[in-house]
C-alpha cells in the first residue's frame, strides 16, 4: 500500500526525530529457555505510562516452529527512506523482520492494524535463505536505501565466511549475498553505515561452530574469536580497510555510528580482553582518509570469590564486565554499555566522543552480585543489562537480560531469568529506574532485542543532519 | 487544444516533475547540505536536468517514429494503451529504483536522474502530444508534410517538445532547490511530501482514458 504522505514515523534529521512522540508499545523477543521447549515468540509491551496495562505485555504471536531462537530484529523501513538519492518514503513503517538466529528461518511480522496483536505473514525458511545467499544465522537486520539488509555468521555447514545479504524491501524475497569482495573479512557480527559517505563497517563474533555450544575456553584463549573491524564501500561493495584491534581484543560485537551523518565517527564494543579481563569501547573515526580506532573507555573486572563464580571464571577470581550491548542515543550524546557479567548499565557522556565521561550507572543482576530492582528489592535477580535499547527522545532506556541461550548457561548456571526493566532518564541526563517497570516474563522464555513503537535510537539512519 | 496552450501544458508538465522531490531537488539539496555550499545545489542540478531530458527524449523520439512510419490509429491507440498501463503499474505496484550511493559525480547524476525520470513515466505524458501534433495541422507542433521533410520538421518539434518541459523542470527544481537549502530545510518533507508518483500515476490513466475517447 502506498501512502499519499510519508510515513509519520520517518524523520529527515536525528534532530527531527528526537521530536517524537513517546512510544506507548515495545515488541520484545522472547526466545524458548530450553533448547526444545516452546515455540518462540514476538512480545507485545505496554509502555505508556498512563495506560492501565502499563509494563504488562498486552499481546504476542508464536513463532510457527520451535528451536528459531530469536534474537536482533529490525523493521522493512524507516527513515532512511527519506535519503536524497533513494526517494520512497510513502512506504510504512509496519513489519518486523524477525530472524531466528539458530534456525536460519526469518518471520515477517505485521504489526498493523492493531500494533498490540502482531501477525506472521510469511516465513522464510533456512532452505530458501541458503540456496540464495549461502548464509545462514541470519542476525542484524537494518532497512536500507535501496533493501533491507541482514548479516549472517556463517554458511550452511556452520564455518565462514559470515557475511551481509539483501531483502527485497517491498516483496521480503531474499536477493542474494550482498558483498562483491569480502577481502580479508572471514568472522560477521553487527554492521552499520554512514550512509552519505557511502561507508559501511562491520564487525565480528564467531562462526556458528564457535558459538553455538557455548563459549569455547580454548578458542578464546588462542585469541580466535573476532577482533576486527571492516570498512567497506557501500556502493561497489568492497572492503577497502580492515583494522586489527588485537588478538587480545575478543569478540567486536556492536556497532553505534553517529546518528548525524555529516558525522563520521562511532563506538564499537569489545566484550573482553585477555589481558586482564576488561571490556573496552572503541571510537572509529576518519583520519586523513584512513580509518582508525582508538579505545576510549575500559570497563574492568570486578575481583570476585571463585566460590561465586560460574566454572569458565573459577581460575580468573574475578567477574568480567562482558559489555555485550552498546547505545548511542539519538541526539549522539549519551551512550549506553551494557556490562552482562558485573551486572551494570553505565551510562557516558560522549559529546567529545574521544573523551567520554561516565556519568551515570545502576546496578542490576550480575554474575555475583545479583542485585534486584528497586521493585522487588527481596529477590535477587540473575542475568544483567544487555539488549538496550533508547527511545528517540533519549528519555527512556529500555534493556532484557539474556545473551543467547548456550552463553547464558555457562555465566549463569542457575539460570538467567527473564526481565525487563526501563530507566528514566531526568532533564538533566540523571538515570534512575522506574519502579513501575519491572517486567518478569513466562519462566518458559527468556528475554532479547526490544524495538520500539516507530523506531529508536538502533533503529533508524538519516541523511540530513 | 491550442497552440499557445499545448506548448503552456508541456511547460507545466516539466514543472510538476521539478517540484517532486523524488525526481532531483532533493538530491541536489542533500549534496548541497553534505559541501555547505550553495554552488553544490545548483552543480547538481545540471546532470539532473540533463539525465531527465535523455528519458523523456527517448519516448518522445519512438513516439515520433512510431507516428510517422504506423497507422495514426494504431499509434493513438498504441499512446492511449500505454499511458492506462503504465498508470496502473504505477498504482499498484510501487516499487522504487534500487540506489545506494550518495557519492556521485555528474554522470552518476545523470544516470540517476534519467533512471528516476524513466521509472516515474515522466516523458509517457508527451505521448498524446507528438501523436495530436500529426493531425493537428494548425498547430506549431504540426507533422501534415509526408517524406524526408515531414520527419525532419518532427524532429525538430520534438526536441522543442522536450526542451520546453526540461525548461519547466529546471526552473522548478532549481527555484524549490536554492529555497530549501537557503530557507526553509528539509523538516517540512516529513509532513508535506504528497505522494506526486501517485497523483501522476491517476494523471496518466485519466488522459490515456481520455485520449480513448477523443
Redesign the interface.
Known amino acids: 500500500m502506498?501512502?499519499?504522505?510519508?510515513d509519520?514515523t520517518?524523520?529527515?534529521?536525528p534532530k527531527?526525530a528526537i521530536k517524537a512522540p513517546p512510544e506507548t508499545v515495545a515488541y520484545v523477543a522472547l526466545l524458548s529457555a530450553t533448547a526444545n521447549g516452546v515455540p518462540d515468540r514476538l512480545a507485545v509491551v505496554d509502555t505508556d505510562s498512563t495506560s492501565q496495562r502499563y509494563a504488562q505485555t498486552i499481546g504476542s504471536v508464536a513463532l510457527p516452529k520451535i528451536g528459531d531462537e530469536v534474537h536482533h530484529f529490525g523493521w522493512n523501513a524507516c527513515s532512511a527512506a527519506?535519503?536524497?538519492?533513494?526517494?520512497?518514503?510513502?512506504?510504512e513503517r509496519r513489519y518486523l523482520i524477525v530472524p531466528g538466529l539458530r534456525s536460519s528461518r526469518i518471520h515477517i511480522i505485521d504489526t498493523k492494524p492493531d500494533p498490540s496483536q502482531p501477525r506472521i505473514v510469511r516465513v522464510i525458511e533456512p532452505e530458501e535463505l541458503i540456496k540464495r545467499t549461502g548464509y545462514t544465522r541470519p542476525h542484524t537486520v537494518h532497512c536500507?536505501?535501496?533493501?533491507i539488509y541482514i548479516s549472517a555468521l556463517g554458511n550452511a555447514d556452520g564455518d565462514g565466511p559470515g557475511g551481509i545479504f539483501m531483502m527485497d524491501c517491498?516483496t521480503f524475497d531474499i536477493i542474494g549475498p550482498w558483498e562483491k569482495d569480502r577481502g580479508s573479512q572471514y568472522l560477521a557480527y553487527d554492521f552499520w553505515w554512514h550512509?552519505?559517505?557511502?561507508v559501511m563497517i562491520t564487525s565480528e563474533w564467531g562462526t556458528p561452530k564457535m558459538i553455538e555450544d557455548g563459549l569455547n575456553p580454548e578458542m578464546l584463549l588462542a585469541g580466535k574469536y573476532g577482533h576486527h573491524l571492516h570498512f567497506w564501500d557501500?556502493?561497489s561493495r568492497r572492503q577497502k580497510q580492515s583494522i586489527d584491534l588485537g588478538a587480545e581484543q575478543q569478540m567486536v560485537l556492536e556497532l553505534r555510528p553517529s546518528h548525524d551523518?555529516?558525522n563520521e565517527w562511532g563506538f564499537a564494543g569489545v566484550v573482553v580482553s585477555l589481558k586482564d579481563l576488561s571490556s573496552s569501547i572503541w571510537l572509529w573515526h576518519r583520519e586523513n582518509g584512513e580509518w582508525t580506532a582508538t579505545k576510549v573507555i575500559e570497563i574492568p573486572a570486578e575481583p570476585a570469590d571463585p566460590e561465586h563464580l560460574p566454572d569458565l571464571l573459577k581460575g580468573f577470581a574475578a567477574v568480567p564486565p562482558l559489555l555485550s550491548d552498546i547505545d548511542l542515543s539519538v541526539d549522539d550524546r549519551y551512550l549506553y554499555a551494557s556490562c552482562w557479567g558485573t551486572g551494570e548499565m553505565r551510562q557516558y557522556d560522549v559529546s567529545d566522543p574521544f573523551n567520554p565521561k561516565l556519568i551515570g550507572s545502576v546496578r542490576i543482576g550480575g554474575i555475583v552480585k545479583r542485585t534486584p530492582h528497586p521493585a522487588k528489592p527481596a529477590e535477587p535477580l540473575a542475568g544483567g543489562p544487555q539488549m538496550v535499547e533508547i527511545s528517540r527522545d533519549g528519555r527512556r532506556v529500555y534493556f532484557t537480560n539474556s545473551l543467547y541461550r548456550a552463553w547464558d548457561d555457562q555465566f549463569y548456571p542457575d539460570g538467567v531469568g527473564n526481565w525487563m526493566v526501563k530507566l528514566n532518564v531526568g532533564d538533566d541526563g540523571k538515570i534512575a529506574f522506574d519502579e513501575k517497570f519491572f517486567v518478569e516474563f513466562d519462566p518458559a522464555y527468556r528475554v532479547h532485542q526490544v524495538r520500539l513503537q516507530g523506531g529508536d535510537a538502533s533503529s533508524d539512519s538519516y541523511?540530513?543532519? | 487544444m491550442s497552440d499557445r496552450l499545448g506548448w503552456l501544458t508541456l511547460f507545466l508538465l516539466g514543472c510538476y516533475h521539478g517540484l517532486n522531490p523524488g525526481m532531483g531537488w532533493l538530491f541536489a539539496v542533500g549534496l548541497g547540505f553534505q559541501d555547505r555550499s550553495r554552488m553544490a545545489v545548483l552543480r547538481a542540478i545540471v546532470p539532473l536536468a540533463l539525465g531527465h531530458l535523455v528519458s523523456v527524449a527517448l519516448i518522445v523520439l519512438v513516439a515520433i517514429y512510431a507516428a510517422a512510419a504506423l497507422p495514426h490509429r494504431a499509434v493513438h491507440f498504441a499512446a492511449a494503451g500505454i499511458l492506462i498501463g503504465f498508470g496502473i503499474y504505477r498504482l499498484v505496484r510501487a516499487r522504487h529504483i534500487r540506489w545506494v550511493g550518495m557519492r556521485v559525480g555528474f554522470w552518476g547524476l545523470t544516470l540517476w536522474g534519467f533512471l528516476m525520470s524513466s521509472a516515474h513515466g515522466a516523458g509517457l505524458m508527451l505521448l498524446p502530444f507528438v501523436v495530436a501534433g500529426r493531425t493537428n495541422a494548425a498547430s506549431g507542433m504540426a507533422m501534415p508534410m509526408p517524406g524526408f521533410q515531414a520527419a525532419h520538421r518532427a524532429l525538430y518539434t520534438g526536441w522543442l517538445m522536450v526542451g520546453v518541459h526540461t525548461l519547466g523542470y529546471v526552473l522548478t527544481a532549481t527555484a524549490i532547490a536554492l529555497f530549501v537549502y537557503s530557507k526553509i530545510g528539509v523538516r517540512f518533507l516529513r509532513t508535506g511530501w504528497v505522494n506526486l508518483d501517485l497523483v501522476w500515476a491517476a494523471a496518466l490513466i485519466l488522459t490515456g482514458l481520455i485520449a480513448l475517447v477523443t
Open positions: 502506498q501512502l499519499l504522505k510519508p509519520p520517518f524523520y529527515a534529521s527531527d527519506l535519503c536524497p538519492f533513494s526517494p520512497h518514503p510513502h512506504v536500507g536505501p535501496d533493501a517491498d550512509l552519505n559517505r557511502d557501500l556502493k551523518p555529516n541523511c540530513f543532519s
